[in-house]
């Protein structure tokens, strides 16, 4: 079993920055996908971006070009780099990974995007 534990989540105003944080307890390298989800309030749980084992990553259209994700292998920690952040982009943002059969899920890290 694989532990994951978000950090970073944060207050900041439109067009900040913030960089989301994953640890896991274990090795990432191996596990198939891990991805970062988001839910706001009264709204379903959307796929943010994703980081698959080869390296290739995937992204919400209405993120592109202003989020990144990232991994360091050595750290067991996947990122996601958020900037020119908009009032949308509040949300719960969680980290999931896919390793089938298993799944691992984070508690998940508070963004509030307001002025």
């Known amino acids: 079993q694989v532990q994951l534990v978000e950090s970073g989540g944060g207050l900041v105003q439109p067009g900040g920055s913030l960089r989301l944080s994953c640890a896991a307890s274990g090795s990432i390298e191996h596990i198939y996908a891990m991805n970062w989800y988001r839910q706001a309030p009264g709204k379903q749980r959307e796929l943010v971006a994703g980081?698959?084992?080869?390296?290739?990553?995937n992204y919400l259209d209405s993120v592109k070009g202003r989020f990144t994700i990232s991994r360091d292998l050595a750290k067991n920690t996947v990122y996601l780099q958020m900037n020119s952040l908009k009032v949308e982009d509040t949300a719960v943002y969680s980290c999931?990974?896919?390793?089938?059969?298993?799944?691992?899920w984070g508690q998940g890290t508070q963004v509030t995007v307001s002025s």
């Open positions: 999931y990974g896919e390793d089938p059969p298993l799944r691992y």
């Open positions: 980081i698959f084992m080869t390296g290739m990553t």
